[in-house]
């Protein structure tokens, strides 16, 4: 599986969207605590999930799996990019983050195959 920093970029684009819901409801402080559980979310999800240290065999590059997840974090973007605060369910119908979306679930399944084929 291919290790990239396109989860910080996805988090600079998407922050202010996500943001926004939270700035109408609390305080500025509240966007940084609200990634306390988040965070504690993820370390629990990566120790379950991930495997125990070790010598490993190297394994080749993953190619396909690589341009796949570039793929889809693109129609991600896109789709994030897309949203309407004003009217979030009304512009996901819209073609162009529809489409994105759409685009997202094909190529996270497609990416899900590639990566557990043995």
Do not use: C, Y
């Amino acid at each position: 599986m291919m290790h990239s920093g396109t989860h910080s970029h996805l988090g600079v684009l998407g922050r202010a969207r996500l943001n926004h819901p939270v700035l109408l409801r609390f305080s500025w402080q509240w966007l940084f605590a609200i990634n306390l559980p988040i965070a504690l979310l993820l370390i629990a999800g990566a120790m379950k999930l991930l495997p125990a240290g070790g010598q490993h065999e190297p394994q080749p590059f993953d190619l396909k799996g690589m341009f796949t997840l570039i793929a889809a974090m693109g129609a991600l973007i896109l789709a994030i990019n897309g949203i309407d605060t004003n009217a979030p369910l009304k512009s996901v119908l819209t073609p162009q983050v529809g489409g994105a979306l759409l685009s997202l679930a094909l190529l996270t399944a497609i990416f899900w195959r590639i990566e557990n084929l043995d």
